[in-house]
């Protein structure tokens, strides 16, 4: 880890933490006391980890465990790993969600989990954000998770988009890759019913890497003047060889009284609480 005190015009000698440890997709957040947490990821995707520092960066303690992952592999040879997203409350709550498949039979399906800290270093039992039900067989993966950083404890606003496919087992050729947004006015009490943002899109549309086509590692999720705003990746059908693949945002509203968890009756809500507000012209 480097820190800048000059708006990144310089960079300190990096440091690394006390146990050495190794890692993938690093976020670091900053408390109201100034200490440091970093959430990552195992280098080998299969661990949640995170270390402290108390003093701006100066030298960093050894990395703990979160959680262990558990993850299923996405269908179509969709380019994707468990790697998490963070982000914290105006109390220093961290947030850290992924993709995981402990609470599925067989491990059948992803959902999207989160665990919580107060300080960095002790940290929730994994819970499940219910945006379907167990054993729906939708599978949700590469989450972005917002915090209205004004609020906080049992007031946290928080907002959650992440891609899914309605079927985990579908095929390359069969698969329609959409994105979904939930959000929570209580610190994850209570979600509301999920809401398409976008797709499906066919997996043939995407571009081609070493790994697997891909859509995108991560999305973000910001909130800005009390509204959520996801940034993810929409394809459309490519002309010839030329791909048609753009970055898309929405505006959406966390709406307190409209906290409803979701139910395999009522699945997608009709946007009660929300504004999607996608255009063409909003790519960037």
Do not use: K
């Amino acid at each position: 880890m480097s820190t800048s005190t000059d708006g990144g015009a310089t960079w300190s000698v990096p440091a690394t933490t006390a146990n050495q440890a190794t890692g993938l997709g690093a976020q670091p957040l900053v408390r109201p006391d100034g200490t440091v947490v970093v959430p990552l990821d195992s280098a080998s995707e299969t661990a949640v980890g995170a270390f402290v520092s108390t003093n701006g960066g100066a030298s960093w303690g050894a990395a703990s465990l979160v959680a262990t992952i558990s993850s299923h592999g996405v269908a179509g040879g969709l380019r994707t790993g468990p790697l998490i997203s963070a982000e914290m409350d105006a109390a220093g709550r961290v947030y850290v969600v992924w993709q995981d498949c402990r609470f599925e039979a067989s491990c059948s399906a992803n959902d999207i989990v989160m665990s919580t800290s107060n300080d960095g270093v002790t940290w929730s039992a994994v819970t499940r954000i219910p945006i379907d039900p167990v054993g729906s067989g939708v599978d949700h993966f590469i989450p972005g998770i917002g915090v209205e950083r004004m609020t906080s404890g049992a007031g946290a606003r928080l907002a959650l988009a992440y891609y899914f496919y309605p079927v985990a087992g579908c095929t390359a050729s069969t698969c329609g890759l959409q994105v979904g947004f939930v959000s929570s006015p209580d610190g994850g009490a209570n979600w509301t019913r999920p809401l398409q943002l976008a797709g499906p899109m066919s997996l043939s549309w995407l571009p081609g890497t070493s790994q697997g086509v891909m859509v995108g590692d991560y999305i973000s999720t910001s909130f800005a003047n009390g509204t959520a705003h996801p940034v993810f990746a929409v394809a459309r059908p490519p002309s010839g060889s030329v791909l048609d693949e753009a970055i898309f945002t929405a505006s959406l509203d966390v709406v307190p009284g409209a906290a409803v968890v979701a139910t395999a009756a009522d699945p997608v809500l009709s946007g009660t609480n929300v504004a999607p507000e996608i255009a063409p012209d909003a790519t960037s």
